[in-house]
């Protein structure tokens, strides 16, 4: 068979930061070897965002298909390992419940192990869900170590993603990109113009250059430049489900060793996030403007944070949702370009890598077949719309009332289809899931159990397993998680001795 398509002979990133820089290095490394053209525009007079500096396991994934080794990159990051997120406040005042990530327990004889964890609840046992992640033991006593000397142990199982400083990562992708010949124009997009197709033709700078190229990736922020501006291609807006509409982000000293975690702490109208980095804590406040003004807001953050502020608090509007179309002609949306679903669950940077994903998986050529784009807006849409419920889950189910934000939540509506999937999990404690969903289904499981919402019983066939048996296996694997763990080291000294932060 020959192949008559005309290849992409260039492709242009509009803006640097996290997004840009992503496709840059990913793109830079998938397409080594071709002959496309890869450029990248990046004003000196727009600051990035720089707020998403948590990261969930598939960021691992990210650094691996771009070529970006770990150990160099937490360096030059002032990156710490994250084990999950721990949740303050949210089911009620003064409880608090980790999400850990990674496998939670082994299925037995075929059986779910969170239905075999319900029937040993059910005749006495008392191990706690998170007694059975690796992870989360890892994270309850501060330790970890890396990757090849955890195999074949009780803590085979875990999963961990970086905290890391945003600025940081995107100075490190630009040098490894530009060393592989990506080309970096710095300069401020003038005007976009377009053909009759409603094609991007080409980019006019502030400098005087004109740039033509044979596909664009939006990396413009909210904004949305390419996109929304010159495409107008729309938003679907779920504040209806999602209200926080707006954070206060501010950085502080450290106090002491990061924690490997990061914390989530619900407050009066929203919550705050505390992400602990090598040099310095990364804080929030995410919050909803119909129940907090922006001074009462800032207020409440100066209040919660442990550190020192050694950069002042800045408000940070935003619109949980998502672009219509995130690639249209020959266009693709990148970061808060495409959308952004509040941070709760860190997911901003696995949406880059995602849709960067997807983008590949279905690459064009100069044709530009509309069955492509068609087969990615569906995929990513559908990412989309999983993140969403999963973080709905968090509000939908607390039982917090102190609050007129938190009785909002109590009665707020839910899409369709988050409410199915809670009521077969009401059942007998089943998820329906898609291979490709970003939080299976311990993470749902993690979620509920710290929210306290239970099904009303197990999975009958799980009644034929011998039920002592069961209790000893669970007991005694817990044990072995814990007893591994404690001879790890400190995350601390983990990071002391592995992947100090690199002076600049």
């Not at 080594?32 to 525009?41: A, F, P, Q, R, W």
């Not at 170590?145 to 945003?166: E, M, S």
């Not at 904004?223 to 489900?241: A, F, H, M």
């Not at 306290?452 to 044990?479: I, T």
Request: glycine residues 6%.
């Amino acid at each position: 068979m020959k192949n008559t398509e005309k290849p992409l002979e260039s492709i242009c990133i509009v803006g640097g930061g996290s997004a840009g820089w992503m496709a840059a290095s990913l793109l830079s490394n998938v397409l080594k070897g071709s002959n496309t053209k890869i450029t990248l525009i990046e004003s000196p007079d727009i600051a990035t965002i720089g707020v998403g500096e948590a990261t969930v396991p598939s960021f691992m994934a990210f650094l691996k298909d771009a070529r970006l080794p770990v150990k160099e990159f937490m360096q030059a990051t002032a990156g710490s390992i994250k084990l999950g997120i721990r949740f303050e406040n949210w089911y009620q005042q003064q409880h608090h419940f980790l999400h850990p990530f990674g496998k939670i327990g082994r299925n037995i004889d075929g059986h779910d192990f969170y239905q075999v964890w319900l029937k040993t609840l059910a005749d006495g046992n008392e191990t706690r869900w998170m007694d059975h992640s690796p992870s989360g033991i890892m994270s309850e006593e501060h330790r970890f170590t890396a990757d090849p000397q955890l195999i074949n142990t009780p803590l085979a199982t875990y999963g961990y993603a970086l905290h890391l400083d945003a600025a940081y990562a995107a100075r490190h992708m630009r040098e490894i990109t530009l060393a592989r010949g990506v080309q970096r124009i710095e300069a401020t997009v003038a005007s976009v113009q377009t053909d009759e197709r409603q094609f991007i033709k080409s980019l006019q700078l502030t400098n005087g250059e004109t740039v033509t190229s044979d596909f664009f990736i939006d990396c413009t922020g909210f904004r949305g430049l390419l996109i929304s501006e010159t495409l107008k291609v729309g938003y679907e807006d779920w504040s209806n489900y999602l209200p926080c509409n707006r954070a206060v982000a501010g950085q502080t000293e450290n106090t002491g060793d990061p924690l490997p975690y990061t914390v989530a702490s619900a407050r009066a109208a929203g919550w705050t996030w505390k992400i602990p980095l090598q040099h310095r804590d990364g804080n929030g406040y995410v919050f909803a403007s119909d129940f907090c003004s922006d001074d009462e807001a800032i207020q409440t953050l100066i209040n919660v944070v442990d550190g020192k502020f050694i950069q002042e608090p800045r408000i940070i509007p935003f619109v949980s949702g998502m672009r219509k179309k995130i690639w249209h002609n020959n266009c693709l949306a990148l970061g808060l370009a495409s959308g952004f679903i509040e941070p709760l669950e860190s997911t901003a940077i696995h949406l880059v890598y995602r849709n960067l994903v997807h983008f590949i998986r279905n690459f064009p050529d100069q044709q530009f077949d509309e069955n492509l784009q068609q087969q990615f807006n569906s995929e990513i849409a559908r990412d989309y719309v999983e993140i969403r419920d999963f973080v709905i889950l968090h509000y939908c189910t607390t039982k917090r009332d102190d609050t007129e934000f938190w009785r909002w939540c109590q009665n707020m509506d839910i899409p369709d289809s988050l409410r199915e999937k809670i009521e077969l999990f009401g059942h007998r404690g089943q998820l329906k899931h898609h291979p490709e969903d970003l939080f299976g289904a311990d993470s749902w499981y993690s979620i509920l159990e710290g929210m306290n919402v239970r099904p009303k019983k197990y999975h009958p066939l799980v009644d034929a397993l011998d039920s002592q048996k069961l209790a000893h296996s669970l007991n005694q694997g817990a044990k072995a998680i814990r007893d591994t763990v404690m001879k790890l080291p400190s995350h601390g000294d983990f990071l002391r001795q592995h992947c100090p932060v690199k002076k600049t």
